[in-house]
């Protein structure tokens, strides 16, 4: 069903405004509060050490001096902890098959990463902390490390949980028709090639961290958290440090980003809340920029040997893939480390009408930090498979890349319908996207500029991908699999007696603007300006039960949360107005702050009727009852996804010289259904681009081999940065879902997801004249002219 | 992380500096501008027990010019080397170079004397001062020593200062027969160079300084002496092998030659008129 569309067509209707956020002044003048922003009397602080080997065994822990020394309050082993704390196990059964073992907060006995905590020391500064575990002797003995996944299923492999037997995780195999045959078949042409994807990290601005603040009297724990899941993080405090659910508050205030990586369960973090629940006093953990980099998780790191066969015609008759993925030493609680390897066998190929698929996907244990998801969790990887063959195979048959996909992407008139994987898709619009696209970019004029320089040596190259992206899940995300993560959101808006709203969500704000668009939303389809709507978000105990805002599921699901309970608010309201004016519910409505005729005529100042209703309940029938305050839930019930779709281009230009890739321009059209904010929006997927070319040119985490993280500062990890980014111009399509009134998918991952297949397309484009090619991310200046060298 | 306790001293003289800096002896290190100290003590690789700020030294001030050198006070940040006119008639090397030295926020904090203090081998710094010839004015308890650039370098993070501070730099003032190239190959500005070279051309001989190739700030003889007697490019670039390139992670020593190659041809195309 469509929703009806005078609430998105009236005068004075916010949603699809470009509203200025009403944050942005706030935190631009330094007054957000963020977690290392709480200071609480009687605070003390965290710091660890930590496993400065890939796998030893812990043979002994000395920590008597660190006791001693000057500020410190207490000094935690795993063992310590561990009677404390039950251990956990990043497993869901909806994964069939995968395995992984008991994590404690603390190392016990053995090590398995560089960077693991070991111990924990408790002082009354950061720095005296730091000081003391410089005093704590722990003996190692070093064991051999399962480093690269390419040999960790090797017989001979160092073995990291000798329980399991070998170091395999997970695997799967999806095959759906017969790709053999098609690939057999006389005149089908078949691309082979071997991608590898470094593994990168998030590098969130503001750093993990958390204050715990445990109050014996009432048994109570208070979390401030700087992350995106906080009803989770209640359950998972809960669960494993028996405290009852509701006497544990996790509050999000100013989220500095997050990416993915402040929805997991780490070490420090429980070990943290563990302390203040044995000191019964707050304690504070701030991870510094180290830290992060060795104990946030990690994404990507997967090799891929890949086919894809075309027809001399440029029909693909099919995809077969083999991904093998490296998710350090445990797979990550509660929403495991597999969820990365199944989105590549799932999502590959999504936006491509094809018959024949097969698919084998391996996650393997290693001596590195935990792999989890982080944005656009699998994303790039399954569009660089399947885009970038799919160009590969372009230039063996010597078709244009837009031709090749105009042939092959789905029509927008063909939903719903499924993927060669079972994927269910509908609402979507790579046609018109791709069309859009190349009249944005004026692609014929760009590829004659294109032939034209490289006469003087320039090296320009254009690639472009159409991907899909997974919004809006529903329970069979994870819910389905046993994990405490909750699928729905909830919205309730109130009418207060000077006739603003408070609303409160589910969803939370880490810098994106969720706050922006609930109040949007709210003023929008309720009727008051949208300086009158105050917002809460982050806090477990002022809030309604919901996920939070991963897997852009924000907008989409707590979005239409917020317009339901609006709606529902606005009903209850007029219901109230029609008795006080004597007069149908039907001729009513309201705008600007008033109930008013249909034409717009002001009846009666909300305030007027707040303040009659809460103050002088006198006036009123006794059998009316107002209700000025309204909740509603949502969930996505008729899909397990809403998919989104989108175009996108890039322009580069390579330095044979060098090896050097400067991106010239990108442009992305992107379909997330209703857009909400136009501001908001494209900031999104400017971001995501940005995060998506820092993945394909210069973000990766390099371990020796011997498993020692080589690159763990912001000099030597390279993140992308403002002068290097191009314009990156945007346009939208919009194709509101029809899953929800609002129409809104998601749209905060597609740049991260698209980009870097974008970006590899456009650089073997420049290469191609010298018969070179890359198939290595991240594309950096030495790989390149290796490549180049290598060439035919 | 945060940094170990540590005294901070604030002398209001060189002699006081220098008398804080004797009787502390190893334990002590000065901060000229904290670029890179600051962050190495954060991350604990230095910990020095006490931190004399030359901050206040105002003999370690001020730019002049004397005869034909300019004489520049090592407590000058890089915001008023760029900024100062006399710098940038008389040096111009250095409005090619000193835009790719970091960032707007480090150049208003960092120094002259505490980029050469610290000799990073692929700071810009040292290799200009190695290819203008410049001379380091270094003052210890035994008085004023001038040391050459060329003999100031002496391997990683190691110069041949001796328990004394630099106070100045002089560098010539630049003539009519005098020519300028920089070129530095980073992936993103304001980074440390893969690979990069300063190159001074006087009449037809050449000083050309490379840095972020090897242990220090490089010259290699026969390279300028090719580049005097016009050999042919790839003659040239040949010279480039008497240096021992680092392996790093951004960039094997095959690659630092052949981006120090890179390098040199892209300075002497942009040379100065």
Known sequence: MTGPAHIFDKPNRYIGKPEPRADAARLLQGRGSYVDDQKLPRMVHAAFVRSPHAHAKILSIDTEDARAAKGVIAVYSGEDLAAHVTPYVGTLTHLAGLRSMPQHPLAMEVARWQGEPVVMVVATSRALAEDACELVYVDFDELPAAVDSETALDLEAPVIHPELGNNLAWERDMVAGDIDAAFATPGVHVVEREFRFGRHTGVTLESRGTVCDYDPSENQLTVYYSGQAPHMMQVIFSKHLDLPEENIRVISNDVGGSFGIKIHTYGDEIATAAAAKLLKRPVKFIADRFESFVTDIHARDHIVKAKMGVTEAGTIVGIDFDDLTGIGPFSMYPRTSAIECNQVLNLTGAPYVMENYRAKGRVVFQNKTLMCQYRAVGHPIAMAIADGLLEDAARKIGMDPVALREINLMADDSYPRSSATGMKLDDLSHKRALRKLTELMDYDALRDERTEARKNGIYRGIGFVSMVEVTNPSPMFYGIGGAPIASQDGATVRLDAGGALHVSSSITEQGQGTNAILAQIAAGVFGVDLNRVKVTTGDTATTPYGGGTWASRGAGIGGEAMLQAAQALKDQVLEVAGVMLQTGVETLDIQGGAVTDLNGTIRLPLADLARTVYYRGNELPNDLNPELVATRHYRVTDFPFVFTNGAMAAHVEVDIETGFVKVLHFWAVEDCGRVINPLLVDEQIRGGVVQGIGGALYEECHYSPDGQFLNATMADYMVPMASEMPDITIAHIETPTKTSVLGAKGAGEAGTGGAPAAILNAVNDALSPMGASIWQMPMTPERILTALDQAD | ?273
């Open chain 2, 1 to 273: 992380m945060k940094a170990p306790d540590f005294d901070y001293l604030l002398p209001a003289s060189l002699d006081a500096a220098l008398a804080m800096l004797a009787e502390h002896g190893g334990e002590a290190m000065p901060l000229a501008g904290g670029q890179s100290l600051m962050p190495m003590m954060n991350f604990r690789v230095a910990a020095p027990e006490v931190l004399i700020d030359l901050a206040n030294l105002s003999e370690l001030r001020g730019i002049s010019i004397e005869g034909d050198t300019i004489r520049i006070g090592a407590m000058t940040r890089y915001a008023e080397l760029m900024a100062d006119a006399d710098v940038q008639k008389h040096i111009p090397i250095f409005g090619l170079a000193l835009p790719h030295i970091a960032h707007d926020a480090i150049r208003n904090r960092g120094t002259i004397g505490g980029s050469i203090a610290l000799a990073d081998p692929a700071a810009e710094m040292p290799a200009l001062l190695r290819a203008l010839n410049a001379i380091v004015e270094a003052e210890g308890p035994d008085g004023t020593r001038m040391i050459n650039a060329d003999d100031f370098f002496l391997g990683m993070f190691e110069t041949a200062l001796d328990g004394e501070l630099i106070k100045a730099l002089h560098i010539p003032v630049a003539t009519s027969e005098q020519r300028f190239g920089f070129h530095e190959l980073t992936q993103r500005h304001g980074d440390y160079a893969l690979a990069g070279v300063a190159v001074v051309q006087t009449s037809n001989t050449y000083r050309a300084a490379f840095f972020g190739v090897a242990d220090r700030a490089t010259r290699v003889p026969d390279l300028e002496q090719a580049l005097e007697q016009q050999d042919d490019m790839a003659s040239v670039l040949e010279h480039l092998g008497n240096i021992d390139f680092t392996d790093d992670l951004k960039a094997n020593h095959t690659t630092r030659q052949r981006l120090a190659g890179v390098a040199l041809k892209r300075a002497l195309k942009g040379m100065t008129v």
